[in-house]
C-alpha cells in the first residue's frame, strides 16, 4: 500500500512526497461495546492501515486525493465548515487539534488504505490517526498519542456525528506491534 500512494503522490503532483504516514486498523480481543460505556478493552493493531503520502504547504490549505474512493477533497484550515462525506474526518481532526491549541499547517497527500470499511475494524479511526500524523509531520508537533487518540474521537464524535468510544483512536495511535493494548 505504501508502494501505491508513493507511486500515485508522484503521479499526481510531480514529485517525490516528504512524508509517508500510516494508522492501523484493529480487532478488539475482549470487551466489545465497553468502551464507550467506560469499560475495560483490549484490543490490538493489525497488519491493515492507512497511509498517506505527502509534502507540506505554505498556504494553510489541504488537498488530499482518496484513491480508494477516486475522489480529491480540499479545505483551508482557517475556515473550517462542516459538511458531508469522507473529507469530514480529516476536517474534524484538523478542528479539534487547532481548538487545543496545535499549530497546524497545510499539506496535499494521497491517501489509500487496506481496512475494509463498516468491517468492525476501525477503518474511520484509521483516517483520522493517519490524518493527524500527517499533521503532525508537516508541522512538527511531538506525537502525544493519547491526546491526539482524544482529538480524533472528539471529531468522530461531535464533527461527523459518531457516538463512539476512544478505543479504536487509541490504538491506531498508540499500539505496538506484537502487543495487545489494555
Same mark, same amino acid.
Given at each position: 500500500m505504501h508502494k501505491l500512494v508513493t507511486k500515485s503522490? #508522484?503521479?499526481?503532483?510531480?514529485? #517525490?512526497?516528504?512524508?509517508?504516514?500510516?494508522?492501523?486498523?484493529?480487532?478488539n480481543l475482549i470487551g466489545e461495546h465497553t468502551d464507550y460505556n467506560e469499560g475495560f478493552v483490549l484490543p490490538m493493531a493489525i497488519d491493515r492501515a492507512v497511509w498517506i503520502a505527502l509534502r507540506p504547504r505554505h498556504d494553510r490549505r489541504v488537498i488530499v486525493h482518496s484513491l480508494d474512493l477516486d475522489q480529491r477533497g480540499e479545505f483551508a484550515l482557517d475556515h473550517l465548515k462542516r459538511g458531508e462525506g469522507w473529507l469530514e474526518y480529516l476536517k474534524g481532526v484538523a478542528y479539534e487539534l487547532q481548538i487545543t491549541n496545535y499549530k497546524l499547517g497545510g499539506w496535499e497527500g494521497v491517501m489509500a488504505g487496506d481496512v475494509p470499511r463498516g468491517a468492525g475494524l476501525s477503518s474511520s479511526a484509521a483516517v483520522e490517526m493517519a490524518a493527524a500524523r500527517a499533521f503532525a509531520a508537516v508541522s512538527g508537533f511531538e506525537w502525544d498519542a493519547l491526546r491526539i487518540a482524544r482529538a480524533g474521537q472528539l471529531a468522530e464524535n461531535d464533527w461527523v456525528g459518531v457516538k463512539c468510544g476512544i478505543m479504536d483512536q487509541a490504538v491506531s495511535a498508540a499500539a505496538k506491534a506484537g502487543h495487545a493494548f489494555f
Open positions: 503522490f #508522484q503521479t499526481i503532483f510531480d514529485d #517525490q512526497p516528504a512524508f509517508l504516514v500510516r494508522a492501523p486498523g484493529r480487532v
